[in-house]
């Protein structure tokens, strides 16, 4: 069965670093998604991303956090220069018809 | 944004029990809903969603919505250790295609 791949699983940065977050949606879906996830608090959206561009994007998404799709399969998450509460589990998902797929998630720890 | 609410819980139950998850939402323009399983440190896993009133089921589980009053339930059947985890229900805001906007999840604990 297709499955949203994210890669690492697990990465560590210090403050200030520029982290990417990277993702493989599942090949014939058309939207595409971050969210992250706070420990202990609720998933919450970051952007949207549907034709090669952004369409929509949260509060969160400040001018520190970038989208590409810089291929075919790829989808990656910039944040150029991390914080400590950019800490947190973040979520690549893509939707088939109203079902929203995500993938197992990339653990940021910004120390 | 308190649009999608939940008991958080934890709510624990023996094996083989009927669980009974419950959301409410306050937002009118939300139409379709879905269930996600999240194991610890894991992504939502979808379980199912829905779109109009009335129930859904699939296997152990149904999802039922009464739009009336704004309440959404998931029902697992002859629940098993390996259905503990934290459940979530979302809701699309706007179109089946925008963000979905999360219920704090509740932790379910199914006691051998």
């Known amino acids: 069965e297709p499955e949203v791949t994210q890669t690492p699983s697990h990465q560590v940065t210090q403050m200030g670093q520029e982290v990417i977050l990277r993702c493989v949606p599942i090949?014939?879906?058309?939207?595409f998604y971050w969210y992250r996830q706070i420990l202990g608090q609720k998933v919450e959206f970051l952007v949207s991303?549907?034709?090669?561009?952004?369409?929509?994007k949260s509060e969160i998404f400040d001018d520190q956090f970038s989208v590409e799709r810089p291929d075919g399969s790829n989808f990656t998450l910039k944040i150029r220069s991390t914080k400590l509460e950019d800490s947190a589990m973040y979520f690549c998902?893509?939707?088939?018809?109203?079902?929203?797929?995500f993938g197992p998630g990339t653990r940021l720890t910004v120390t | 944004q308190k649009e999608v609410e939940q008991d958080p819980g934890p709510l624990s139950v023996p094996e083989g029990a009927i669980v009974s998850l419950n959301c409410t939402y306050s937002?009118?323009?939300?139409?379709?809903f879905m269930w996600y399983r999240q194991y610890s440190r894991k992504g939502p896993e979808l379980l199912m969603y829905t779109y109009s009133s009335g129930n859904k089921e699939d296997g152990r589980f149904t999802a039922q919505v009464d739009k009336s009053s704004k309440y959404i339930s998931l029902f697992i059947r002859d629940s098993q250790p390996s259905d503990s985890a934290t459940y979530l229900c979302a809701a699309p805001y706007g179109g089946a295609t925008n963000k979905l906007i999360f219920g704090t999840g509740t932790l379910l604990a199914v006691q051998p």
């Open positions: 090949s014939n879906h058309l939207y």
């Open positions: 998902a893509s939707i088939s018809f109203y079902e929203q797929y």
């Open positions: 991303f549907y034709n090669n561009e952004i369409s929509e």
């Open positions: 937002n009118s323009a939300f139409q379709y």
